[in-house]
């Protein structure tokens, strides 16, 4: 099976401070992604890397950034904390051309 | 006007009866088609995976694509509690860069005893 680790499951931070969100994915797959999920918003995409040190912005990359050294490790970066990046955070990775993408359990992340 | 479109519901079910949802889109140019379930602060696990039109059955679920229309669905049949979840639906288009998916908003579903 698939498995996609966030290390960090429930964050409180403060409004100004820089917050690391890390994903770490098993089974070798190119592509992985930064979601962003709330109420009535769904899904939005934030940033996605289809191979080491490579990145795209996605729907919603104002505030944050990403770091990819390592083709496992996935990482974003917000870089000075919000109240409205108050979210639950998913990361995914994906391979080949069925375009599936599995997911992580998601990190919850409050800001104040 | 979203790319996706999905009912956010809730649509509640009697145990044992037919969960039906659907998501209907405007980019011809999908191709790729899967269905999501999402438990309460848990990440959306894959369900159903669909290439271009036609049906797909595993277990008690089935998925439809009907490209024509631009129109795809999901049916569970013989419901049970444990389905009560969000269903995601979401697509992609051939050679989307990194394997890009676009999702519709959910479906919460609630099965009751």
């Known amino acids: 099976d698939v498995k996609v680790t966030q290390s960090s499951r429930y964050l409180v931070k403060r409004t100004g401070e820089k917050v690391f969100l890390e994903c770490v994915q098993d089974?070798?797959?190119?592509?992985m992604f930064w979601y962003r999920q709330d109420p009535g918003l769904g899904l939005r995409l934030i940033y996605f890397?289809?191979?080491?040190?490579?990145?795209e912005k996605g729907d919603i990359p104002e505030g944050y950034s990403v770091s990819r050294e390592k083709k496992e490790r996935f990482s974003l970066i917000l870089e000075s904390a919000s109240t409205n990046q108050t979210s639950m955070y998913l990361c995914?990775?994906?391979?080949?051309?069925?375009?599936?993408?599995?997911f992580g359990e998601g990190s919850w992340l409050t800001v104040v | 006007q979203k790319e996706v479109e999905q009912d956010p519901g809730p649509l509640s079910v009697p145990e044992g009866a037919i969960v039906s949802l659907n998501c209907t889109y405007s980019?011809?140019?999908?191709?790729?088609f899967m269905w999501y379930r999402q438990y309460s602060r848990k990440g959306p696990e894959l369900l159903m995976y669909?290439?271009?039109?036609g049906n797909k059955e595993d277990g008690r679920f089935t998925a439809q694509v009907d490209k024509s229309s631009k129109y795809i669905s999901l049916f569970i049949r013989d419901s049970q509690p444990s389905d009560s979840a969000t269903y995601l639906c979401?697509?992609?288009?051939?050679?989307?860069?990194?394997?890009?998916?676009?999702f519709g908003g959910g479906t919460r579903v609630l099965v009751k005893p």
């Open positions: 890397s289809y191979d080491v040190k490579m990145k």
């Open positions: 979401a697509m992609s288009a051939k050679g989307a860069a990194g394997n890009k998916l676009t």
């Open positions: 995914a990775s994906s391979v080949g051309p069925r375009n599936t993408i599995y």
């Open positions: 980019n011809s140019a999908f191709q790729y």
């Open positions: 089974m070798d797959h190119e592509n």
């Open positions: 669909t290439y271009s039109s």
